[in-house]
Nanobody, 124 residues
Framework: QVQLVESGGALVQPGGSLRLSCVAS????????MGWYRRAPGKQRELVAR???????TYADPVKGRFTISRDNAKNTVYLHMNSLRPEDTAVYYC??????????????????WGQGTQVTVSS
C-alpha cells in the first residue's frame, strides 16, 4: 500500500525557519501533483502549496514569499521550506499526493493520499 510520511515539524520562534519533508512509498508508478495542507485548531484544512510533476508551484496567499515547495522525483519526496514563520502558521501540516499506483496488474490513479500530519508550532 502507498504511504506518505511527514517529518520536520517542531516548535520554532516567530521569524524562524523549518523544512518539512514528506516521503511517499509503496507500489507507486508515478506521482503527479504533491502538496501541503494545514489545519489549525477549530479551523478547516486549507491549502498551503502544491507542486506538479513538472515543478509548477501554487501558493496560498498567506504564505506567498515566505514558503517554498519543492520535490525530488527520484526519491518520491516533497519539501516545504518555511521562512519568516508567524504564530498564525501554527497548525498540523499534512502531505497530499495525486499518484498512480500499480497493483495486481492494474494502474490506479487517486488524488486522495494523505500523510499523518506533523505539528508546527510558532511561539515565543
Amino acid at each position: 500500500q502507498v504511504q506518505l510520511v511527514e517529518s520536520g515539524g517542531a516548535l520554532v520562534q516567530p521569524g524562524g525557519s523549518l523544512r518539512l519533508s514528506c516521503v511517499a512509498s509503496g507500489n507507486i508508478f508515478n506521482i503527479n501533483g504533491m502538496g501541503w495542507y494545514r489545519r489549525a485548531p477549530g479551523k478547516q484544512r486549507e491549502l498551503v502549496a502544491r507542486i506538479t510533476s513538472g515543478g509548477t508551484t501554487t501558493y496560498a496567499d498567506p504564505v506567498k514569499g515566505r514558503f517554498t515547495i519543492s520535490r525530488d522525483n527520484a526519491k518520491n519526496t516533497v519539501y516545504l521550506h518555511m521562512n519568516s514563520l508567524r504564530p498564525e502558521d501554527t497548525a498540523v501540516y499534512y502531505c497530499n499526493a495525486d499518484l498512480t499506483r500499480f497493483n495486481g496488474g492494474v494502474y490506479v490513479r487517486n488524488n486522495d493520499y494523505w500523510g499523518q500530519g506533523t505539528q508546527v508550532t510558532v511561539s515565543s
